[in-house]
Every structure is written in structure tokens, then in C-alpha cells.
């Protein structure tokens, strides 16, 4: 996949995860990956954001505003969040 790609793509939680929010992260339970994940609270931002509608592209706009990173972090930091999701299994991409 090409970097430019990803910034068009919609993701979304994978069905067989339950998570909850405390304190500002996220808990992942997954029987797919067989673990419990905890998310630092940029990774939580985007889980949350990962409503079936929203772009990578608008997550990433809204992380921008909401704790004052730099793009270049941003578009470093977020491929690899949407790397390691999808490798273990619990983000997928919406198919339209």
C-alpha cells in the first residue's frame, strides 16, 4: 500500500474486540489476537475516532488540534498505528 492511500481509507474496530475507555485509554480485549491491549492516550484518540466514517486523513486533522503535534509526527506516527491494528487483528478497513 502505497503512504498516500492510507490517508483516503476508513477503518474500523474489529467485531470481535470489547473495549473500554478509562482515564483518557483505551482497553482492547481481543479473541482474535487472544490479548488484552492498553492504548497511551494518542492511540486512544484515534480508536475512538474510528467510527466508520471518518478518514485517516480526518483523524489525523483532529489529532493535529487535539494535542498540538506536529504533521511530521503525525505522518510518521499514524501509518504505524494503522500497521500494527491491522497486523494484529484488531482494525480493518471498511470496504465500501
Not at 483505551?26 to 491491549?37: A, D, E, P
Not at 506536529?70 to 497486523?87: A, G
Request: aromatic fraction near 10%; charge should be negative.
Amino acid at each position: 500500500m502505497k503512504r498516500g492511500d492510507l490517508w483516503k481509507k476508513i477503518y474500523i474496530h474489529s467485531p470481535d474486540c470489547a473495549w473500554r475507555e478509562i482515564g483518557g485509554e483505551v482497553f482492547i480485549v481481543s479473541s482474535k489476537s487472544g490479548g488484552v491491549h492498553m492504548l497511551n492516550p494518542v492511540a486512544s484518540f484515534i480508536w475512538t475516532h474510528l467510527d466508520g466514517n471518518s478518514t485517516v486523513a480526518a483523524i489525523a486533522s483532529e489529532l493535529e488540534k487535539e494535542f498540538d503535534v506536529e504533521n511530521s509526527t503525525i505522518n510518521k506516527d499514524i501509518p504505524e498505528f494503522f500497521d500494527e491494528m491491522t497486523k494484529i487483528g484488531i482494525v480493518s478497513e471498511k470496504q465500501l
